[in-house]
C-alpha cells in the first residue's frame, strides 16, 4: 500500500501533467482535435481499434470510455501515455473489435496486467506513447502492423486515417459523444506550419495534421493514425497526443521503446 506522503506526490504531479495539457489546449485549441466531419466505421473494418474503459469514470461503456488504442501485438495495445498518468492496471479494461460502444455482444473485453508509459515521457511530453500488456491473448484479431524505426512512411502520406469516438462537435458547441467509432481522413499539416503554431513542438518525436473548430478532451487521444499499405494491410504511423499533434513511431525513441517492451518477457 503506498504510503501518505507517495499518494500526495502522486496526486500533484497528476495534477501537473494536467495543468500542462490545459495549458496547451487554451493557447492552441485546435490542438483538441476530434474526428469531426468524419463518418460512422463499418462495423468490423478495424478490429485492431480498441476503446480503454476507465472503471470509475461511469456505468457504461460510453461513460467509461477515456481513450483510444490499437492492438499492436496480441496481448499488447498501443496508446497515449498521458491517458494513463497515476493509472493503475485494475483501474481500466481494453473492449477491441467493438464498433458501437453500447452493442455489449460485439467485440472481446480484456483486462490489463501492466502499464508502460515511455520512461521520457514526464521528461519530454511529447515522447507520449504507452503499451498496456493484456491479461490474456487475443484471438481472432490481426493486430496493426506499425511503421519501421526510422522509416519516413509518414513524410509521403498526404491523408492519414485516424479513428476515435472523442468529441464530434464544433466548437462552441457542446460536446457531443458518439456510440459508434467515427473515421476520417485528415490532411497531414506542414512541418513549417506546425512549428509555427506551436514552437516548442519536437518534429523528431511528432507530426501535425490538421483540423479546425475542435473542442478540447474530445476522448480521441492514444487513437491510432495509419495509412493502408499495399503490401502490408493497415500501418500505423502515430498515436493521437492532443488532437492534431501525433506521436511519431518511426521516432527512434518511440520505436525502440515499442520493440523493447513488446519483447519483454511476461
Known sequence: ????????????????????????????????????????????????MATLQFKASGETPLERHGCGAALVAPDWVLTAAHCLVNTQPSDVEVILGRTQLSNTLQGQTVGVKRIALHPEFLRSLT???????????????????????????????????????????????PDVRPDHLQRARLPRMPDAQCTSLAPSVNLQNTFCIEADGLIPDSGDSGSPVFVKHPKRGFVQLGVVSQGVLIARLSNPKIADFIRETLNESP
Do not use: H
Request: net charge positive; charged share 20%.
Open 1 to 48: 500500500m503506498l504510503n501518505r506522503s507517495r499518494c500526495l506526490a502522486l496526486t500533484l504531479m497528476d495534477r501537473f501533467l494536467r495543468g500542462i495539457w490545459a495549458i496547451a489546449i487554451l493557447m492552441f485549441p485546435m490542438f483538441a482535435a476530434a474526428v469531426v466531419g468524419g463518418a460512422d466505421a463499418t462495423d468490423g473494418r478495424y478490429p485492431f
Open 127 to 173: 515522447l507520449d506513447v504507452a503499451l498496456l500488456k493484456l491479461d490474456r491473448t487475443i484471438t481472432g484479431i490481426q493486430p496493426i502492423a506499425i511503421v519501421t524505426r526510422g522509416e519516413t512512411l509518414e513524410e509521403r502520406i498526404k491523408r492519414p486515417t485516424v479513428l476515435g469516438w472523442g468529441n464530434t462537435a464544433r466548437s462552441p458547441a
